[in-house]
């Protein structure tokens, strides 16, 4: 995590020290800065020369969690023309100068501030200050469970609804393509309890297919855990490898959300269409040798050109079973126009804590 903290005072500039360290001894990258007029720098902080807006805004894109050592206003007023969406922005936390009471303010969920205002709080001897209804009421949360399994939401809006439901008491069904871990909380009913007793107008899905709707109102919880391997002739131009991965996607009914990473041999590593679709899409690429490609187990389609060329006999296939560490195949080697895929799914499960 990347974390960035502000303090105004004195005072506040010894309760960020400690925050610092609490986040440090986590494993976090912190910096810590202090707003006030003839500041000397002590011990992890450092005085702040710019204005308080540019601060906020260069911290807020590239930080994880912002921390306010100081009154609300002042982060409410610095981090709102800085808003845009609970999917992206950082999580918020507001801590009073002397460690009192430690505010989650913004991306309590799936920005992880609740979770941070109640860790900080513990580890200062404070009063954490939690206002999200379904913490409040001790209800199973949607986002926090999704972010918790590292899940991809398919439609906040249907999210918001699902918690409205919660709030008012209905039940929601639950449904998975994957092995469950933990015991689902009381307001999530099973699928096949759910069919059988109940009539059940909203749901989860656990899957990566996109066609997988169980209910009437069926919100996709998408687990990023489907790897890409890929193989083409040199100088294939991103959008065609884009449509061509993008088709094999849409016959396949995986949703893009589930794609991990993109995996080849190492010869590729340098490929510029690779490379230009895995940064349009956010996506690590992983390079293999034909080596470790060759000693990866399972039943391969095999093409002697292939390995003529590069002394291996599946690029794509091997590849993604190999990213996905020792994964089942989803889709075997499709081939088009010097280009070739296939996708791996990589063993997962669900966990209620």
Partial sequence: MRAAIICFTHTGAKTAQKIKNVLECDGARVTARCKKRDFSAMEGIEPLHSFLHQWTKEEFARNDALIFVGAAGIAVRSIAPLLRSKVTDPAVVV???KGTFVISLVSGHIGGANELCEHLAAKLGA???????????????????????????????L?????????DGEQIGFYSDFSVAG??????????????DLKVEYGISITVNTDK???????????????????????????????????????????????EKI??????????????LCEKYHLPFETYTADQLKSTKGDFTVSAFVSEQVGVDNVCERSAVLGSEGGSLLVKKTA??????????????????
Avoid at 128 to 151: G, M, S
Avoid at 159 to 167: D, G, T
Avoid at 263 to 276: F, Y
Wanted: some cysteine; glycine content about 4%; charged content about 30%.
């Fill in 95 to 97: 801590v009073d100068e």
């Fill in 127 to 157: 009063m954490p200050v939690i206002t999200t209804a379904t913490d409040r009421n001790e209800k199973f949360a949607v986002d926090v469970f999704a972010r918790k399994n590292h899940l991809r939401i398919s439609d906040m809006k």
């Fill in 159 to 167: 999210a918001k609804f699902i918690s409205a439901a919660l709030l």
């Fill in 183 to 196: 015991e689902p909380p009381k307001e999530l009913t099973p699928y096949e309890t759910a069919q059988k």
């Fill in 213 to 259: 709707r169980p209910y009437p109102q069926t919100l996709r919880l998408v687990p990023p855990i489907v790897v890409l391997g890929i193989g083409c002739r040199r100088g294939k131009k991103p959008e065609e490898l884009e449509r061509f991965v993008t088709e094999i996607l849409r016959q396949e009914k995986i949703s893009l959300h589930a794609i």
């Fill in 263 to 276: 995996c080849s041999i190492d010869v590729k590593a340098h490929e510029e269409g690779i490379l230009q």
């Fill in 336 to 353: 088009r126009d010097g280009m070739t895929a296939a996708l791996a799914l990589r063993e997962w499960r669900v966990c209620f804590e």
